[in-house]
């Protein structure tokens, strides 16, 4: 069994959905970024870790990462080219996607007052919406980003929807797109892992 360390509305729900889309069993232990427990198995104070066995892992990409391919699902084999598209919708997640976001959010709820520069919200919104724009063209007509199969990028990518709309209040793109995250908000899994409770 796998033990999650982090708070649920956090990072830490990517890796809840992706352990319930495996299908595997898990604790939760609901640690709060910054707080003890979670510093002591990473020093930058961030969740989720996972402990697997007697190691340690942190960052939820790397986490659902780790998690599909040690299961051999919602992945693609190392070195092939549907691997190559899918690490780079992850590139793409990060870099263009949840960059503007925790911009937004640094400088909107975490930094103190004195840090935070207000002026930086409306830009970190327009990169938001920028890059919903590319989303949009690069999925096309599938399904899922990886075309007709469900993959880590996926959970990524509607996390950082989730926290766009809720966290940060910013609207969604229509069409494609909105209909995109909807569908991915509708699997079982993901569900499941919003229902937890810290």
């Given at each position: 069994m796998?033990?999650?360390?982090g708070a649920?509305?956090?990072r830490?729900?990517?890796?809840?959905?992706?352990?319930?889309?495996?299908?595997?069993?898990?604790?939760?232990?609901?640690?709060?970024?910054?707080?003890d427990?979670?510093?002591s198995?990473?020093?930058?104070?961030?969740?989720?870790?996972?402990?697997?066995?007697?190691?340690?892992?942190?960052d939820?990409?790397?986490?659902?990462?780790?998690?599909?391919?040690?299961?051999?699902?919602?992945?693609?084999?190392?070195?092939?080219?549907?691997?190559?598209?899918?690490?780079?919708?992850l590139?793409?997640?990060?870099?263009?996607?949840?960059?503007?976001?925790?911009?937004?959010?640094?400088h909107?709820?975490v930094?103190?007052?004195?840090?935070?520069?207000?002026?930086?919200?409306?830009?970190?919104?327009?990169?938001?919406?920028?890059?919903?724009?590319?989303?949009?063209?690069?999925?096309?007509?599938?399904e899922?980003?990886?075309?007709?199969?469900?993959?880590?990028?996926?959970?990524?990518?509607?996390?950082c929807?989730n926290?766009?709309?809720?966290?940060?209040?910013?609207?969604?793109?229509?069409?494609?797109?909105?209909?995109?995250?909807?569908?991915?908000?509708s699997?079982p899994?993901?569900?499941k892992?919003?229902?937890v409770?810290?």
């Amino acid at each position: 069994m796998y033990t999650v360390i982090g708070a649920p509305y956090t990072r830490t729900m990517r890796v809840l959905w992706c352990l319930e889309e495996l299908g595997l069993s898990y604790k939760l232990n609901a640690a709060y970024p910054q707080s003890d427990d979670i510093k002591s198995v990473n020093p930058s104070g961030k969740v989720p870790a996972l402990l697997d066995g007697d190691d340690v892992i942190i960052d939820s990409v790397a986490i659902c990462q780790h998690l599909a391919d040690k299961h051999n699902a919602m992945t693609f084999p190392a070195g092939s080219i549907e691997r190559a598209h899918m690490q780079s919708w992850l590139y793409f997640a990060n870099d263009e996607v949840e960059a503007p976001l925790w911009t937004w959010w640094k400088h909107a709820k975490v930094r103190p007052p004195e840090e935070q520069v207000a002026d930086v919200l409306p830009i970190c919104e327009k990169e938001f919406h920028r890059a919903m724009k590319i989303f949009e063209a690069r999925l096309g007509d599938n399904e899922f980003v990886m075309g007709d199969t469900f993959s880590v990028p996926d959970i990524i990518l509607t996390h950082c929807a989730n926290w766009a709309q809720t966290g940060c209040e910013f609207t969604m793109r229509k069409g494609k797109v909105s209909a995109y995250f909807e569908r991915m908000r509708s699997r079982p899994a993901y569900k499941k892992a919003m229902a937890v409770k810290a």
